[in-house]
């Protein structure tokens, strides 16, 4: 930061009762918070909004429920349907597209990381075809492995709340020059989730076309800090180590089939004080999901693991109690390496 | 709070890093909340939504940026213009109404607290028409009185950073009968803004379609809770008592006509680290403003106008240092009672 | 409290920058916190001193540096040495005290709940002779069931930072009317930590002979009150519970033979993040520590003996990994009921 | 600091609830306050201790309180008295040196700014005379010009809650080579405020005889970090602008004769929220206090002049309101540079 903020209280007697947004010190750190961002999104050309709302998209099971966004604002939808828990079928993409010689197709829109069914998709678009890439990562930027440049992906979204470890309330989306392009001739209509209105600020240099919350500005630029301090990368591997397959921000269990999972949630919390993932729409009652995602270490994963099991025994289910911490404790002890800077 | 939290940390293993909002304890938070804040909008009829954005209605300077939001929604607006800083045209208001024989009027919007210009307006509607009235009143809420009841107000909105202190981040609306009921025909499009997920979700008693900010949840708490320790009746008295005309939350004062009123606003940051607000638009250059909303107390105050003179002075006005906080203190001194609890 | 602190900031311009501890709120306060103090000593007739320091009697490892500082302070020691993890000899004790006619023994001085070797002392004074019993119990009170009144304790003394959970810094102390009179007639120095400072200011209501950590006096409210949320005798239960014989507050384990137990709370905390406390002085190398006092739940003890698995395994011990855990989980699966406000 | 933290949080089970002062980062942490500590003291030649306690030496009024424990401690005192106001007799002091050709006098004992009186002391003492300077400087380092070694002082002593800003809780002393020396073959009794433990510690690298407030050790960290970011000189002159004669860090304020000053000081907390400090002793009821040390601004100080004005003329002085302020006001636009980094 380039402003010493001098002794002393601040005297606050703008209309309002945060900082002030439009004094030169909130400029300066909105410019080094736009500049980072763009690094968790593996980007250059890419450029990032700070949206003050719980997440654009609203994603909630969560492919279903963006689906279900674009209906209410008239966007004609085509499905590409697959099993839960299958990950999505590409070949039925690539046809679809390849059969759209008109090009009626204007955007390709993937969950990235489905929460729901914890499933991830592997990128390897490289179709001919002019429709806009969306990906909702919600829960994947800031702790997997997103490439947006090297994809050729036009917007990503995500959310404050998720791998940043920071409160709900900010929707942080990256646009690509033809997403930022087309957006000018589309006649969809829009009002606050606008990028015009930011564009224009960012050139005024002023940067906020509403009042942002400072509090979670403050909050970025330490997440942002705590990440690269432990080193981007590390981030990733470090949630890489921990599951190797499927979401590595959140792991599906299916649970016993005579058990409601919903049961299995609420006992957790209850009995541990352990707050789980439920399952919803189609495997509800069916799965419950451990979150995995953030600053996180292994006695904190350690710990809800015996949680769990403890939960699962005290619902009737025969676990063996310690088996679940003993695997993933042999797991960790070969596969983390010791914290660098302790050694 | 009906929960008692438990000894120890809480274990948060949900897809997510936010207290999980879907607990018992949150339900029974957010319960709390929906019952106190139908008491700064001096309502018992109308449900009220806690929504995660800064504010639902843009609003910067502000009655036009509505407009402008309502236009790019493609609403079809009718303005009735007025003299800024004059207050509103109620006989253009009446006449417009009386003359609207086949009801096409179906909204009649209007901001109550006018901080661009700092005036505030007398509500008396009593018009023989069916439209609904839709107010505006970001930062009369929670410190001016206002009586959505009694004066048949259809929507009111608020926010989070005004009256109440909290973070930016939160919006709030209290609807009536009349709009829940109007907003079900409606053929806007919306989505994220939509009511009705909020009610789907206030009938099922999980009260949140997406995931609230904890953090401001416990703020709103907080906030409510000081406003109903002082007396919301003494809240409204003190906010009276600074300014006895025009708005009661913030006072736009015309600087001397030779000096840039953005120029005091920068001189004031610069050498008193004291924030003002600037003029807007039609009034920008010749304004500047003094916020004094929310939790604030008569030394604030002071030690806020002792810096205005300063800063007058340090620009070249001529002023009597001492002269405004000497009137200012004056009338403190007379107005204010002692902290009834300190006696 | 019975003080609202009315709209806005407290102005301070005391000389020091801390809240003013000389207004009736803060009065007000400090008369409650002697008040709840009591309970947790479970004395109504003692009187309770909260002083500025780490600890009063410095107490490391603990009984013999007791010791070491009466002797500093040219005190004439009698020491009634045990095996360090025996426990007290209190047969030599009794011995000691009938055989002292003319009563030149002044005070016994226990230390209740050794932390160095994990030893609890069962009370059951009732000897015919006049001396003082003085108790460190600082890692006991607020965990253990410590009953002042009941024992004929007549000081005792504990500290802000065990199972308060506080910040350290404060020292605790609860003094009986027999050594209150003993303390007037004595003529050992002291200045300090001299009571009758304390003692004069009680009786003109100020309570404060000098400056106190205002925020730990709101620490020690909220500490007290998530105490008595809980219920004090559920407090104690909760520690009982975990381990039921030796000290309830901390476990010492011994280590394996061949590895130097500082290697393992180094290599703890190195790998796993993990802070457990090592051997002192005569046990320095031979046994390790678990700490297990104050807010504190199951899933964050298992946490713990999963990385002191992990660790042992790490530097060369056999452990069967999850086995611990395994044991502890099904303990407490049997034996801690659901929290109560959770059913 | 030279250790990253890692993900996650800190599994802490050490006998005790902060985190651990014996892990490698508190140690690096410690080392850099005891470096950074010097450079307030003006010294690099003493040794810095950081005491768990309110302050050393008691001061209340301070000099007098400074005699009254050195008679507790059975010390042999002569003290040198002044009109309380008048400052310190060195005259009187350079002649009784003079008459001690067999150095009895082994120490001078001086309050360097007195808050009480509010003078403060010139120091150049160049005495023919081997006894010790020992200088309670409580209101002074770290907003006073204090040159430890220039002025040969041998021991000093501050606290974290003057112009540090800090809670209270931590007492610092400084100690020159002829300090330690002396103690080393002195009789005086004492154990927990004995720097042999600190020093034995300084030399095993551990730092810590006994649990420090690691609360209060972060606390330090970010108070000297504004100190340095302000820059030392620049803090020193901005202590300096605000009043250029007496003590820099409070100003005592005679009150009107038939006013008792307590009750102002009583008034200013009922109407106006404003915490000043009464007169203690010779002037308890003839004179009230201002503090104005540490993290401060203009502004701020106005506000508290403007309280002062509105609270003498309600108790019925008749003060021209607003005078003050204007007076204070075009002193400080005169003298106060607008804050560098802000141009």
């Given at each position: 930061?380039?402003?010493?903020y001098?002794?002393?209280?601040?005297?606050?007697?703008?209309?309002?009762?945060?900082?002030?947004?439009?004094?030169?010190?909130?400029?300066?750190?909105?410019?080094?918070?736009?500049?980072?961002?763009?690094?968790?999104?593996?980007?250059?050309?890419r450029?990032?909004?700070?949206?003050?709302?719980?997440?654009?998209?609203?994603?909630?099971?969560?492919?279903?429920?963006?689906?279900?966004?674009?209906?209410?604002?008239?966007?004609?939808?085509?499905?590409?349907?697959s099993?839960?828990?299958?990950?999505?079928?590409?070949?039925?993409?690539e046809?679809?597209?390849?059969?759209?010689?008109?090009?009626?197709?204007?955007?390709?829109?993937?969950?990235?990381?489905?929460?729901?069914?914890?499933?991830?998709?592997?990128?390897?678009?490289?179709?001919?075809?002019?429709?806009?890439?969306?990906?909702?990562?919600?829960?994947?930027?800031?702790?997997?492995?997103f490439r947006?440049?090297?994809?050729?992906?036009?917007?990503?979204?995500?959310?404050?709340?998720?791998?940043?470890?920071?409160?709900?309330?900010?929707?942080?989306?990256?646009?690509?020059?033809?997403?930022?392009?087309?957006?000018?001739?589309?006649?969809?209509?829009?009002?606050?989730?606008?990028?015009?209105?930011?564009?224009?600020?960012?050139?005024?240099?002023?940067?906020?076309?509403?009042?942002?919350?400072?509090?979670?500005?403050?909050?970025?630029?330490?997440?942002?800090?705590?990440?690269?301090?432990?080193?981007?990368?590390?981030?990733?591997?470090?949630?890489?180590?921990?599951?190797?397959?499927?979401?590595?921000?959140v792991?599906?269990?299916?649970?016993?089939?005579?058990?409601?999972?919903?049961?299995?949630?609420?006992?957790?919390?209850?009995?541990?004080?352990?707050?789980l993932?439920?399952?919803?729409?189609?495997?509800?009652?069916?799965?419950?999901?451990?979150?995995?995602?953030?600053?996180?270490?292994?006695?904190?994963?350690?710990?809800?693991?015996?949680?769990?099991?403890?939960?699962?025994?005290?619902?009737?289910?025969?676990?063996q109690?310690?088996?679940?911490?003993?695997?993933?404790?042999?797991?960790?002890?070969?596969?983390?390496?010791?914290?660098?800077?302790?050694?």
């Amino acid at each position: 930061m380039d402003f010493a903020y001098g002794p002393g209280r601040n005297h606050l007697f703008v209309p309002g009762n945060n900082e002030n947004h439009r004094t030169p010190a909130i400029t300066a750190l909105t410019k080094t918070l736009l500049d980072d961002v763009k690094k968790i999104f593996k980007t250059t050309s890419r450029i990032p909004f700070l949206i003050p709302t719980t997440v654009y998209f609203l994603i909630g099971q969560f492919s279903l429920l963006w689906i279900e966004q674009q209906k209410c604002l008239n966007f004609k939808i085509d499905v590409v349907e697959s099993e839960w828990g299958q990950g999505v079928d590409l070949d039925a993409l690539e046809s679809k597209l390849a059969s759209d010689k008109t090009h009626t197709i204007k955007a390709i829109c993937i969950v990235h990381n489905e929460t729901t069914t914890c499933n991830i998709i592997d990128f390897k678009y490289k179709y001919q075809h002019p429709s806009l890439i969306i990906v909702d990562a919600v829960s994947s930027i800031g702790a997997l492995d997103f490439r947006m440049d090297e994809w050729g992906v036009d917007v990503v979204v995500t959310s404050s709340q998720k791998a940043l470890s920071l409160s709900t309330g900010m929707g942080i989306v990256c646009a690509g020059p033809k997403a930022i392009e087309a957006s000018k001739s589309a006649t969809s209509l829009r009002s606050f989730f606008d990028w015009n209105g930011y564009l224009k600020c960012y050139n005024l240099g002023t940067y906020w076309p509403y009042t942002p919350s400072i509090q979670l500005l403050y909050g970025l630029r330490a997440a942002l800090d705590l990440v690269f301090e432990e080193g981007f990368e590390n981030v990733i591997l470090r949630h890489k180590l921990v599951v190797e397959w499927y979401s590595a921000s959140v792991t599906a269990i299916v649970g016993p089939p005579n058990i409601d999972s919903g049961e299995i949630v609420s006992r957790a919390w209850k009995r541990c004080n352990l707050s789980l993932g439920g399952g919803l729409n189609k495997v509800a009652g069916k799965v419950f999901r451990i979150g995995h995602v953030g600053h996180l270490n292994e006695l904190q994963l350690l710990g809800c693991l015996a949680g769990v099991e403890m939960t699962l025994k005290d619902v009737g289910y025969p676990v063996q109690l310690g088996s679940g911490v003993a695997a993933a404790s042999a797991y960790l002890l070969n596969n983390v390496p010791i914290i660098p800077s302790r050694i």
